[in-house]
């Protein structure tokens, strides 16, 4: 981990595209501005968490109708082929 001392309105560059400005401090609370491509998704840590664990949960519940899913047809082709 980069670790970087800033003053207010001093600003750090990442790549040619990214620019994180030091706005404001107030007391334990720092607020930065960050200008990226429309193309870059920015989202705080604990945001960006609640997405993760919903993608996997919606993976999961995808995955486990599609695993119903095949077993409902095999279980309808096996009565087929019983017949």
Same mark, same amino acid.
């Given at each position: 981990?980069?670790?970087? *001392? #800033?003053? $207010?309105?001093?600003? !750090?560059?990442?790549?040619?595209? @990214?620019? !994180?400005?030091?706005?404001? @401090?107030?007391?334990?609370?720092?607020?930065?501005? @960050?200008? %990226?491509?429309? *193309?870059?998704?920015?989202? #705080?840590?604990? @945001?960006? &968490? &609640? !997405?993760? /664990?919903?993608? =996997? %949960?919606?993976?999961?519940? /995808? *995955?486990?109708?599609? /695993?119903?899913? %095949?077993? &409902?047809?095999?279980?309808?082709? /096996? =009565?087929? $082929?019983? #017949?």
């Amino acid at each position: 981990m980069l670790i970087l *001392s #800033r003053k $207010l309105d001093e600003k !750090i560059k990442i790549g040619d595209d @990214i620019t !994180i400005t030091l706005i404001d @401090i107030h007391g334990d609370q720092v607020k930065i501005g @960050i200008e %990226a491509p429309k *193309s870059v998704k920015v989202f #705080r840590q604990e @945001i960006f &968490d &609640d !997405i993760q /664990s919903e993608n =996997k %949960a919606a993976a999961l519940a /995808s *995955s486990k109708s599609e /695993s119903k899913s %095949a077993i &409902d047809a095999v279980s309808a082709l /096996s =009565k087929l $082929l019983k #017949r």
